[in-house]
């Protein structure tokens, strides 16, 4: 399995007002919405996603793979307890999975990728 570190995803209440926010930093590029739910912006390189979710978390790692499936059923074989793979309605293909601290790790395919 072969991945790479693609970004940081940050856990909001507000999803409008901090879509707002990070829509001002300089050079932040708005590459894709889901109205209401998800924000991606590329920021120099790196991808900055704000998500709307409930929870303890605040935020959770994001790691491609080019195998999504095969990532999947290799840390299954590992003994790694991650959520089945699903596609999105932005044709984001992933699955989660945390570590023993609770941080959500997430792999996938994401878009313009």
Known sequence: MSVTLYGIALHV???EKSKEFYSRIPGAELLLEVPGEFAQFRIGTAHLNVVKREGPEKFHIEIEA???DGAYQEL???GFDASEPVTHPWK???FEFTDPDGNILQIGKFPGS
Do not use: I
């Open 92 to 94: 984001q293909r992933d």
């Open 76 to 78: 299954r074989g590992l």
């Open 13 to 15: 209440a507000d999803f």
């Open 66 to 68: 080019k195998d999504v």
